[in-house]
């Protein structure tokens, strides 16, 4: 698939089959995510791999945004280490840019993937930290539900020539 296929392709799924990723597939994923640009290439970012199937089912249950992951086979905790410089006015784009090419990877392979918003919510960000037990410096960005979709999706049409300047505004 052409990269500009994944991004017209990718939807957020949020129902997945019981099929479980491969270890080669998450090195995929996790590989895309690292090509991302950060600010200053202080690449800031942590990533936390859940597959165990009782971790997943209670992350559903403690995260009101996070129900699907009693079936996704895979979740990614994007975090951010916020001891490294510049990490605080860097890390929203930074971990974005990272979770952003791990959807379209994640398109592009044939799986489905949703973000999970944590980072713009002070409960969720507690109840990440508490529940994995994150060290002081590193702060939950999202996470990234995946697996094989149980849902059928169709592209989304967007492209809104409003929103759209030239040269002035
Ligand atoms: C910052 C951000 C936070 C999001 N948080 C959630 C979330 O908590 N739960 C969820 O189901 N989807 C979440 N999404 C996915 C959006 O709902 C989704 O991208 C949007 O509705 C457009 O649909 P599409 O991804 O299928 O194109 C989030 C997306 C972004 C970029």
Same mark, same amino acid.
């Given at each position: 698939? /052409? ?6 392709? @990718? @939807?957020? $799924?949020?129902? #997945? ?6 270890? *080669? +597939? ?13 600010? @200053?290439?202080? *690449?800031?970012? /942590?990533?936390?791999?859940? *597959?165990?199937? *009782?971790?997943?089912?209670?992350? !559903? ?9 009693? /079936? ?7 975090? %951010? ?18 979770? +952003?090419?791990?959807?379209? !990877? ?17 409960? @969720? ?5 508490? #529940? #994995? ?9 999202? $996470?990234? %539900? ?19 300047? #030239?040269?002035?505004?």
């Amino acid at each position: 698939m /052409e990269t500009i296929e994944a991004i017209y392709k @990718r @939807r957020s $799924i949020r129902k #997945f089959t019981d099929k479980p990723m491969t270890a *080669q +597939q998450i090195e995929t994923l996790l590989k895309a995510a690292m090509m991302a640009p950060t600010g @200053r290439n202080m *690449q800031e970012w /942590e990533f936390l791999v859940i *597959q165990d199937r *009782q971790t997943l089912s209670k992350m !559903a249950e403690l995260l009101p945004n996070g129900p699907m992951l009693k /079936e996704a086979p895979c979740a990614i905790v994007i975090c %951010a280490d916020m001891d490294i410089e510049m990490a605080a006015a860097f890390y929203a784009g930074d971990c974005g840019a990272a979770a +952003q090419n791990i959807l379209l !990877a994640a398109t592009d392979m044939g799986l489905g993937s949703v973000w999970l918003g944590v980072q713009n919510n002070a409960e @969720r960000i507690e109840k990440v930290k508490k #529940f #994995f037990n994150l060290p002081k410096n590193i702060e939950p960005f999202n $996470i990234i %539900a995946l697996g094989y979709s149980a849902e059928e999706k169709g592209a989304a049409e967007r492209y809104n020539a409003k929103k759209v300047r #030239f040269e002035k505004w």
